[in-house]
């Protein structure tokens, strides 16, 4: 059985910086990309970064320049955020897309206030 467990999510202040882990459980086939979605109250999830399994990355325009996607030799993403402002503010959701079905992690929280 799969699962995706992120972690890393918190209460930092505006212009602090904040590193999510997602740990994968389970083996996953055909993985095409993996990446990390939010989504804020009231608001649709969207992507946030992305990584193919070729090492493109794409990024929401809201968080080029602050924010960087990575991953380990599993395939597992990590998500680096700096700068962070309030907007950034949302449950933020580890995704692994494969060639059949995306996995979803349960998320993490990020408030960013002072």
């Known amino acids: 059985q799969v699962q995706l467990v992120e972690s890393g999510g918190g209460l930092v202040q505006p212009g602090g910086s904040l590193r999510l882990s997602c740990a994968v459980s389970g083996s996953i086939f055909g993985i095409n990309a993996m990446g990390w979605y939010r989504q804020a109250p009231g608001k649709q999830r969207d992507m946030v970064a992305q990584?193919?399994?070729?090492?493109?990355t794409n990024y929401a325009d809201s968080v080029k320049g602050r924010f960087t996607i990575s991953r380990d030799v599993k395939n597992t993403p990590f998500l680096q955020m700096n700068s962070l402002k309030p907007e950034d503010t949302a449950v933020y959701y580890c995704?692994?897309?494969?060639?059949?079905?995306?996995?979803w992690g349960k998320g993490t929280l990020v408030t960013v206030s002072s």
């Open positions: 990584m193919t399994t070729d090492g493109d």
């Open positions: 995704n692994v897309k494969t060639l059949w079905r995306d996995y």
